[in-house]
């Protein structure tokens, strides 16, 4: 256990019980805890392998390449359409959280092996991704920004792409790529 990690389950109400147990059977697991993105994480030889969150309606734990693993027991979900790699696994009780106990630690140890072997998941390119027609035109007009979005990693280029072609509605994509280009220009990720 991480002694910075403590406070996440000292603060925790709705799912305190759901979550120490799921940091037990994790670290039974012999991963190392550490605190990423105000969560706790667990990795092996520093590659994430897992972590918990905890929402209004459930807790969960994620893993990192969670596409990459065998899910006999349909377990693993897919957050949104647009998540790749990771999945969750969601808990609302703590009855929930130790019926899976074993079925965890299977899918934490195969977790361990894909991040030992060096497995990656396949991204989709960005060039796949819809290119919102309001955010193509001023890419056309500004070839500082054509030119800014295109330094950016390939991974802030989706969030951009993604963010942009939520709405439905042509007036609000426009005033989402208006928002953020300067941003863009600074050459900042949408959440930077």
Known sequence: MNPK???????????????????RI????GLTEELKWGVPCYTSDKSNVVLIHDFKEYCAVLFHKGALLKDPHHILIQQTENVQAAR???????????????????TILEAIEVEKTGQKVEFKPTREFTM??????KLNENPALKSAFEALTPGRQRAYLLHFSQPKQAKTRAARVEKYTPQILEGLGLND
Do not use: G, H, M
């Open 5 to 23: 990690v403590d406070f996440y389950f000292a603060k925790a109400k709705k799912w305190k019980e759901e979550v120490a147990n799921l940091r």
């Open 88 to 106: 969750q696994v969601r808990f609302s009780s703590l009855k929930e959280v130790l019926d899976l106990e074993i079925i965890l630690k299977t």
């Open 132 to 137: 919102p027609e309001e955010f193509e035109q």
């Open 26 to 29: 994790i670290l039974e697991c």
